[in-house]
């Protein structure tokens, strides 16, 4: 059995022995290889260049920490609309010279070093009125740092500046005197001030026929446009007529509190209101009136039908589904002939 398992398991084969052999011969190539090329020597960074570059590093930081000088000649001195010219302005850095906020420019602005958004910002506010009235307003200035008013304050010089001043305080008083003026009038004083403006005329609104008028007509009502005008008609027109200035105020849309305003501007008259002969209408037509419908016109047709011709209107409160509220509603459209 132990030969048996030798033989099996640890004899090899022509094959496995080649195979070990090539493993073996690879591993050793590997492991000799380095020492066949050994590495390249680091070359050693000359004495001489370190120094260069040191000198260079405290050249630049030197220059970093030197103050910012103001290059503000007599020659730039300020004069309204003008800024030094473009010979005088260094682009790298901001040239500081006096200036009015309310008469310079955004190239103006950019040259004293903000920025192209800001002095956008701030030509935009004095385009709508805006005014400068005191250096220290500039700190008021949407998007201009701290440090930016702190150094641009010194050369602001507001420029006939009197005329502004003297408006607002002009107002000022006005306002003033309205509340002066305003108190003493809910002290039950009479008022020093007495407004000069005539009284508001009003005019009668002119009355409307709501069963003739058009929407040329109705469209002179307050409140009501072309579409509520137009809306009144066809919902006239769906009835055959409006027996009540009350009935506009059922029109789909019309608010309660317009109907209210023009309601006492309406007239209505009875006679040009459609009406239905119920001893002969049949129920397709009868079904079209808003009030009406299918199930009460039905009702009424075979109401007829079963008992004969109506004698009266009033025999329509007959019929179960006609209640005495949708009788008032329907009698003014309906007649018996």
């Known amino acids: 059995m132990w030969k048996n398992f030798v033989k099996d398991y640890l004899s090899f084969t022509k094959k496995d022995r080649v195979g070990v052999i090539v493993l073996v011969t690879l591993i050793f ?11 390249k020597k680091v070359k050693q960074a000359d004495p001489q260049e370190i120094e260069k570059i040191k000198l260079l590093a405290a050249e630049l930081n030197k220059a970093n920490d030197a103050p910012a000088s103001s290059s503000y000649t007599k ?40 920025r192209e958004k800001t002095a956008a910002t701030i030509v935009k506010y004095i385009s709508k009125g805006g005014k400068f009235r005191k250096p220290e307003d500039i700190s008021k200035i949407y998007g201009l740092f701290k440090d930016e008013v702190a150094r641009l304050m010194p050369y602001v010089k507001i420029v006939a500046q009197a005329n502004v001043e003297k408006k607002y305080y002009d107002d000022k008083r006005i306002d003033e005197k309205y509340l002066n003026e305003k108190k003493r009038y809910f002290n039950n004083d009479k008022p020093a001030y007495t407004s000069t403006y005539p009284a508001k005329k ?23 446009g072309s579409k509520l005008a137009a809306r009144i008609v066809n919902f006239r ?19 309660d509190s317009t109907f209210s305003k023009i309601q006492s501007s309406l007239q209505c008259n009875h006679a040009a209101v459609k009406q239905f002969n119920i001893n ?16 009460l016109a039905n009702a009424i047709v075979q109401y007829r039908a079963q008992h004969g011709n109506f004698k009266s209107i009033e025999d329509l409160q007959l019929i179960a589904v006609i209640t005495p509220d949708i009788f008032e509603k329907v009698k003014a459209y309906l007649v018996v002939q």
């Open 280 to 295: 002969t209408v049949d129920a397709n037509t009868l079904k079209q009136h808003p009030y009406i419908r299918w199930n």
């Open 237 to 255: 027109d769906k009835l055959g007529g409006f027996y009540s200035v009350k009935q506009v105020g059922e029109t789909y849309g019309l608010p």
């Open 29 to 39: 190539i590997v492991v000799l290889l380095p020492y066949a090329w050994p590495a």
């Open 75 to 114: 020659k730039n001195e300020y004069k309204p609309g003008s800024y030094p010219t473009t010979k005088d302005y260094d682009k790298d850095k901001a040239v500081l010279f006096y200036f009015d906020p309310n008469t310079l420019d955004a190239a103006g602005w950019e040259r004293l070093g903000v």
């Open 202 to 224: 009003t005019f009668p609104l002119k009355q409307i026929e709501i069963n003739t008028a058009d929407t040329s007509v109705l469209i002179a009502l307050p409140g009501i």
